[in-house]
């Protein structure tokens, strides 16, 4: 399984008290910090079902796993490839119809990436943009080419996983 599931509804803010005056040694000849504080903090559900809090950093609403590659050369005939997104593999000819145009190709691939569970796509030119709607995890984002051509190019990232979402583990953060 190529699908590590990671997920979180988002994050949210925790007020924090303190006392006025601290009677740790270690504050004298400080500044104190203000009287209220927030952290911001969020659930983050892993394989398994197991919730935990975890500090992140997040925007609101959460945003999937993404990533992005070029149709670069629409010429099939020496061999076909395979599009890798997590445990689905797309093969031209069969899940999706090579067109003459590159910007057409790269349509078809985009109705194809949406039509699998979890996943959606757009398109912008010749270059599709995938999401995953996992926040979090890592899903398999790569292609194997079968033939002389190298068909789809500029992965972004490279890495051979989609790109993280959002939230993310973070640092703690006070406001």
């Known amino acids: 399984m190529k699908i590590k599931s990671v997920m979180s509804a988002g994050s949210f803010r925790t007020l924090l008290g303190r006392r006025p005056y601290c009677s740790d040694p270690a504050w004298e000849g400080h500044v104190l910090p203000p009287l209220v504080q927030t952290v911001t903090l969020g659930v983050i559900r892993t394989e398994g079902g197991v919730n935990q809090h975890e500090l992140v950093l997040a925007t609101s609403p959460p945003q999937g796993l993404t990533g992005s590659f070029d149709v670069a050369d629409n010429d099939f005939t020496t061999g076909w490839v ?94």
């Open 82 to 175: 395979e599009l890798i997104l997590g445990d689905f593999r797309l093969i031209n000819g069969f899940e999706y119809t090579p067109a003459a145009l590159d910007t057409d190709t790269a349509i078809a691939l985009t109705a194809a990436i949406s039509a699998l569970e979890g996943f959606s796509a757009t398109v912008l030119g010749t270059v599709v943009t995938v999401t995953h709607s996992n926040t979090m995890g890592e899903v398999e984002f790569r292609a194997v080419h079968r033939g002389t051509k190298t068909n789809f190019d500029t992965f972004v990232p490279n890495t051979g996983y989609l790109g993280t979402g959002d939230p993310t583990y973070g640092p703690l953060i006070f406001t």
